[in-house]
Every structure is written in structure tokens, then in C-alpha cells.
């Protein structure tokens, strides 16, 4: 698989990348097939955030078949998997069968998390409605919340037919393009490893920026969670004694599959 070319100037993420026990394919076929997506979903971003997420190790893991929760196995694959050598852990589970209604595709604990897990195995999802849902997760991992605007990579329903047209582009929203910006500009010239690094005067931008998404979806769990933890840094910041704050606890941030499968 031909790589994208990476200058000089490119601040790369690296990646390992994960499958559970279930997964059916040879070594080899999920490799090349999870690689291409992530520099597909890489690809996608890379003209608002400047920076490549690159493959660097693979590996497999044993996921627990008894837990059926999203937040549990995010929990079970943030413990047991170290990302180590690479920047973050991107793990695939075929473990689920997908029901009827609406399903959990993946989901992250919050902004600039090293753990990504997505839910691989649903006989109506197709691959670029898995790219869009994994570019979907790397916008939160800038700091991007769900947004009303049906075009924007971050709504917080996908796999819904729309990545399979031809025309169809990954784009974020006005809101989500500005809080990726910003976040990914830190992280390019700040080289900053986690969302508590970033400096007041961005967290200030972005408390304005998830306020307006809250306003425009108001019943979306997303903007609400980035604002506590907003909130609390920039507290943090002024002296506030808060005590630790870790966003481990929250919940994962889930996008979701509008397909009903017989």
C-alpha cells in the first residue's frame, strides 16, 4: 500500500493498531485492509489538522465475550493495552453482534486519549462508512464535539449511506473545523501529549466553540462533557483548589449506527 508522503513539516501520530481474537482475516488481510483505513480517515483531516496519524506496530488482544457494555470494554482495552512504542491504540473488536436499532460503532474516553476502540463487525456497514466512523473518532481526539450540520464528519449518527457516495468528502463543521485548528496547532507547535497542556487562551476559544454546538444540540451528551472538563482546566488554571480531575472517568463519547439489522 502506497503511503501518503510526509514532509518535513508534519507532526506524526504514531499508531498500533489492535484486533481482538475474533477477528477472522489472515494477518496479513487486516493489517493492509485497518492500515489503509487509518491513513484513508489520516488523510481525510489532514487539511485542518496538519498532522498524520501513521501505523507503527499491530497486535492482537483478548477481548472479555462477556462484557457487552461499550464504557466496559473501553475500560478493559485502555488496561490492558499500553500503546507503547507508538503515540495511541486504535483497536478493532468483532466480538459484537450488532442488534436491532441503533448500535454503538466506537467511542474514545475524551480529547487527546490514547485509546480508540471501534465496534468492526456489522454485516451493513461498508468500508468507507468505517472510514467516516474512524476519521469521525480522530476529530474527537482533537477536541471535535457532535454537531446538527448533516454534512460534518461529526454528527453523531454515521454509517447512514452517506461516505459511500462518490462525491462524498470527509469535512467538519464550522465550529469543529475551529476547535481542530486550534487543538491540533498546539499540538504541532507546543508538541503537547494530553488536553491538559493546552494554554488558557485556547481552552477559553474552545469553551466558546462547545457552547455553541451545546446551543445547537442540546440533547447531545458531547459538547456538555468537553465543557465540564473545559471548565475545570481553566479553573485549574486560575489557582482553584478542585483537586484531580481525571477524564478516565467519564464515559466514552459514542457515535452510532442508524441501520436496523434483521
Do not use: C
Not at 39 to 58: E, I, N
Amino acid at each position: 500500500m502506497a503511503s501518503s508522503a510526509i514532509s518535513a513539516r508534519d507532526h506524526v501520530i504514531y499508531v498500533k493498531l489492535l484486533v481482538d481474537e475474533e477477528e477472522v482475516s489472515t494477518t496479513d488481510v487486516w493489517k493492509n485492509k485497518l492500515a489503509a483505513r487509518v491513513q484513508a480517515a489520516s488523510d481525510a483531516l489532514y487539511p485542518y489538522t496538519g498532522v498524520r496519524f501513521v501505523p507503527l506496530s499491530y497486535g492482537i488482544w483478548s477481548s472479555d465475550n462477556r462484557l457487552t457494555d461499550l464504557s466496559k470494554t473501553l475500560r478493559e482495552f485502555e488496561h490492558e493495552i499500553d500503546p507503547k512504542p507508538a503515540d495511541i491504540a486504535i483497536g478493532f473488536s468483532s466480538q459484537y453482534q450488532f442488534r436491532k436499532g441503533r448500535n454503538s460503532m466506537g467511542g474514545t474516553r475524551g480529547p487527546m486519549r490514547r485509546h480508540i476502540l471501534m465496534r468492526e463487525s456489522a454485516r451493513s456497514v461498508f468500508e468507507p462508512d468505517r472510514m467516516e466512523v474512524l476519521a469521525h473518532e480522530m476529530g474527537h481526539y482533537f477536541g471535535s464535539a457532535h454537531s446538527p450540520m448533516p454534512s460534518s464528519v461529526m454528527r453523531p449518527v454515521l454509517a447512514d449511506g452517506r461516505a459511500r457516495a462518490k462525491s462524498y468528502r470527509v469535512r467538519l463543521d464550522a465550529q469543529n473545523e475551529e476547535i481542530v485548528r486550534l487543538v491540533s496547532a498546539e499540538i504541532r507547535q507546543r508538541n503537547i501529549k494530553s488536553y491538559q497542556q493546552l494554554s488558557p487562551l485556547t481552552l477559553q476559544k474552545l469553551r466558546v466553540l462547545y457552547g455553541q454546538l451545546k446551543r445547537r444540540l442540546p440533547k447531545d451528551p458531547a459538547a456538555p462533557i468537553f465543557i465540564a472538563y473545559v471548565d475545570r482546566l481553566l479553573k485549574a488554571n486560575s489557582g482553584s483548589n478542585l483537586g484531580t480531575f481525571r477524564i478516565d472517568t467519564l464515559k466514552p463519547i459514542p457515535v452510532y449506527d442508524p441501520n436496523r439489522l434483521p
